[in-house]
């Protein structure tokens, strides 16, 4: 056996010989509180005994895991390594006590989904309405954001599925997507607006306004980007970058600002109007990713049902819309 194996061997077996489920929801808390005494008292866990444990699992690791400081802690790169790790651990633990519940009763769960824009206003809110007619005791937690923010949340653990527009290059690793549905994509504007005056509007015509446009490590950034670049156009340089929903819309409702949005994004807004452009941007993909393993819980099988269901919907809505 070599010298590195030795050492994996080692490690493995001092934590597989002293990590308790307890200590891992420990080094959690410490490490999102950054304060001992704080996270042991959100687990109800008295300050001392917290520290022992902590510099036990340091003691038996021989690895120091977090630094200490007047300040308080902050964890060391061994430190995010084993939080990292207690997460899914904890993600573990909680999908079995979810699975051996729902076998009993099938009717409960919890779900942390991560959300994009192409997902917020229609799929997603149809899904979660549907899942909590048939199985009102399952619980869903939404976090909103980029690809780049929720991915990395989806691979630890911290959600168990991610719902929307799906990159165009995907970060496989460790990740299966599921394409649900087509989209394509509309540029808006508020009721009103002197674009919408037009009966044909140019991309040139789009150029000199102002943009409400998404972060650059998005699908839709780049496909807008795409679209300018081929007809020889600058990207609009007076924009705001966002993919705040409620900011975006009350933004466009109050300017004259410009946005380009997946089809069923503007269709939830009356307030809005789409352009009739002469030019395609383009469709987008929107899926479901999820960690690869087949590790899902009950709770997030059902819920993946839901949206298959109403992504099948969706489709039907686009057609008839065309």
Same mark, same amino acid.
């Given at each position: 056996?070599?010298?590195?194996?030795?050492?994996?061997?080692?490690?493995?077996?001092?934590?597989?010989?002293?990590? +308790?489920?307890?200590?891992?929801?420990?080094?959690?808390?410490?490490?999102?509180?950054?304060?001992?005494? /704080?996270?042991?008292?959100?687990?109800?866990?008295?300050? =001392?005994?917290?520290?022992?444990?902590?510099?036990?699992?340091?003691?038996?690791? @021989?690895?120091?895991?977090? $630094?200490?400081?007047?300040?308080?802690?902050?964890?060391? %790169?061994?430190?995010?390594?084993?939080?990292?790790?207690?997460?899914?651990?904890?993600?573990? !633990?909680?999908?079995?006590?979810?699975?051996?519940?729902?076998?009993? $009763?099938?009717?409960?769960? +919890?779900?942390? !989904?991560?959300?994009?824009?192409?997902?917020?206003?229609?799929?997603? =809110?149809?899904?979660?309405?549907?899942? +909590?007619? &048939? /199985? =009102?005791?399952?619980?869903? #937690? %939404? !976090?909103?954001?980029?690809? @780049?923010?929720?991915?990395?949340?989806?691979?630890?653990?911290?959600?168990?599925?991610?719902?929307?527009?799906?990159?165009?290059?995907?970060?496989? $690793?460790?990740?299966?997507?599921?394409?649900?549905?087509?989209?394509?994509?509309?540029?808006?504007?508020?009721?009103?607006?002197?674009?919408?005056?037009?009966?044909?509007? +140019?991309?040139?015509? %789009?150029?000199?306004? &102002?943009?409400?446009?998404?972060?650059?490590?998005?699908?839709?950034?780049?496909?807008? &980007?795409?679209?300018?670049?081929?007809?020889?156009?600058?990207?609009?340089?007076? *924009? !705001?970058?966002?993919?705040?929903? %409620?900011?975006?819309?009350?933004?466009?409702? $109050?300017?004259?600002?410009?946005?380009?949005?997946?089809?069923?994004?503007? @269709?939830?807004?009356?307030?809005?109007?789409?352009? =009739?452009?002469?030019?395609?941007?383009?469709?987008?993909?929107?899926?479901?990713?999820? /960690? #690869?393993?087949?590790?899902?819980?009950?709770?997030?099988?059902?819920?993946? *049902?839901?949206? /298959?269901?109403?992504?099948?919907?969706?489709?039907?809505?686009?057609?008839?819309?065309?």
């Amino acid at each position: 056996m070599a010298a590195s194996e030795r050492s994996t061997q080692v490690v493995e077996n001092r934590l597989l010989a002293r990590l +308790k489920l307890r200590q891992l929801k420990l080094l959690i808390a410490v490490g999102e509180q950054r304060n001992i005494l /704080r996270a042991a008292t959100l687990l109800n866990v008295a300050q =001392p005994a917290a520290t022992k444990m902590i510099r036990d699992l340091e003691a038996t690791l @021989d690895m120091q895991l977090f $630094e200490r400081s007047s300040r308080g802690v902050t964890p060391t %790169l061994y430190g995010d390594v084993i939080i990292r790790h207690a997460k899914l651990i904890l993600s573990q !633990v909680r999908h079995a006590s979810e699975e051996l519940l729902s076998l009993r $009763e099938g009717t409960t769960g +919890k779900i942390a !989904v991560g959300t994009l824009l192409a997902a917020a206003p229609s799929l997603l =809110p149809r899904s979660i309405v549907a899942l +909590k007619r &048939e /199985r =009102p005791g399952i619980t869903v #937690s %939404l !976090v909103e954001g980029t690809n @780049d923010k929720l991915m990395p949340m989806l691979r630890v653990g911290d959600l168990d599925l991610v719902v929307g527009r799906l990159p165009e290059f995907r970060e496989r $690793e460790g990740l299966v997507q599921e394409v649900l549905y087509e989209e394509p994509v509309s540029i808006v504007v508020r009721k009103g607006h002197p674009l919408a005056e037009l009966s044909v509007v +140019k991309l040139a015509d %789009l150029q000199a306004q &102002e943009w409400i446009m998404p972060p650059p490590e998005t699908s839709l950034r780049r496909q807008l &980007e795409q679209s300018f670049r081929k007809a020889k156009l600058e990207l609009p340089v007076r *924009a !705001v970058e966002s993919v705040s929903i %409620l900011a975006n819309y009350t933004i466009l409702r $109050e300017t004259d600002m410009v946005a380009a949005v997946p089809y069923q994004v503007a @269709d939830a807004q009356p307030d809005l109007v789409r352009l =009739p452009v002469n030019f395609d941007i383009g469709y987008g993909p929107i899926g479901v990713t999820l /960690r #690869s393993g087949g590790d899902t819980s009950p709770a997030t099988n059902y819920f993946l *049902a839901m949206l /298959r269901r109403v992504a099948a919907e969706s489709v039907a809505d686009l057609e008839a819309a065309k």
